[in-house]
């Protein structure tokens, strides 16, 4: 897993993927940039 950040507003958000797209500013799934690789299961 991994923790993505919104560059355009700060939202992290969880996940193996890169999120489709910012629930919170709706900005494009490009405005996310990983932040963190957690190991935890
Ligand atoms: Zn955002």
Redesign the pocket.
């Known amino acids: 897993m991994a923790v993505w950040k919104?560059?355009?507003?700060?939202?992290t958000k969880e996940g193996r993927c890169r999120p489709g797209?910012?629930?919170?500013?709706?900005?494009p799934k490009e405005?996310?940039e990983k932040v963190e690789e957690t190991t935890a299961k």
């Open positions: 919104c560059k355009a507003c700060g939202e797209k910012c629930a919170k500013c709706d900005a405005s996310f």
